[in-house]
């Protein structure tokens, strides 16, 4: 089975810091991965996914992700925090198929950022 | 260009009561989820369809149903509110098969809340 696990369910970084927050899989194919970022009181908006083409991810605002498959990782960074970036951050793996797409959330990532 | 439009945003029920969420996109995708989302616990799967015609329960199926109207339109019905299904609810979208990898997309979600 598919799973993610972020570690931190908190963390707080001073505005201009870099922004690091951790997402491992588990997978038994090659997974699909995404980060998806949740601001208050909305549902969840797309970052950045990976697909097996390039392991640096780019995404929306800012931030990158990189696929490790040697640490089952797939972390999530950014290199100076802004305070428009506080919010929830979930990390997810699919396994995509013709049955169905199932989709495995972490527990979330709430980022603060500190003025 | 409303993509996945929830129905209501807000809720508050007396235990017993039923009532209904209501979910519809204008994406085309073929895939539609209903997930809760609790504090520390990220997102939970109660049903999902793959296509239109099926559903399938997810993680927390337990005292909620589902319908598959139509391509655009999946419901999630409440027969006898608990407290426990004190939640945000949130529909999503995903295209299904080929391309795979592709992610979901959410809607704004349902804030319920039941005395």
């Known amino acids: 089975a598919q799973s993610v696990t972020q570690l931190g369910s908190h963390v707080s970084v001073s505005e201009g810091a870099l922004v690091l927050l951790r997402c491992n899989y588990s997978?038994?194919?090659?997974?699909?991965l995404f980060w998806y970022v949740q601001y208050p009181n909305q549902g969840l908006q797309l970052l950045l996914k990976?697909?097996?083409?390039?392991?640096l991810v780019k995404g929306i605002n800012g931030f990158e992700a990189e696929f490790k498959k040697s640490e089952t990782s797939f972390h999530l960074t950014k290199p100076s925090a802004h305070m428009s970036d506080a919010a929830e951050y979930f990390c997810?793996?699919?396994?995509?198929?013709?049955?169905?797409?199932?989709?495995?959330f972490g527990t979330g990532t709430s980022l603060t950022v500190i003025p | 260009n409303a993509g996945v439009t929830q129905t209501p945003k807000f809720q508050v029920l007396k235990t017993g009561q039923s009532m209904t969420l209501q979910c519809a996109q204008d994406m085309n995708h073929n895939s539609m989820y209903w997930y809760r989302q609790d504090p520390g616990m990220g997102l939970r799967l109660i049903y999902y369809?793959?296509?239109?015609?099926?559903?399938d329960k997810g993680e927390v199926p337990n005292g909620y149903n589902v319908s598959r109207l139509n391509k655009r339109e999946f419901s999630l019905r409440l027969e006898s509110a608990a407290p426990s299904q004190t939640s945000v609810y949130f529909c999503?979208?995903?295209?299904?098969?080929?391309?795979?990898?592709?992610?979901?997309?959410f809607g704004d979600g349902t804030r319920l809340s039941i005395l």
């Open positions: 997978s038994s194919v090659p997974p699909y």
């Open positions: 997810a793996v699919s396994d995509s198929g013709n049955t169905g797409n199932q989709f495995y």
């Open positions: 369809s793959a296509s239109e015609g099926t559903t």
């Open positions: 999503a979208t995903a295209v299904m098969g080929v391309p795979v990898g592709q992610p979901q997309h």
């Open positions: 990976y697909t097996s083409a390039a392991t």
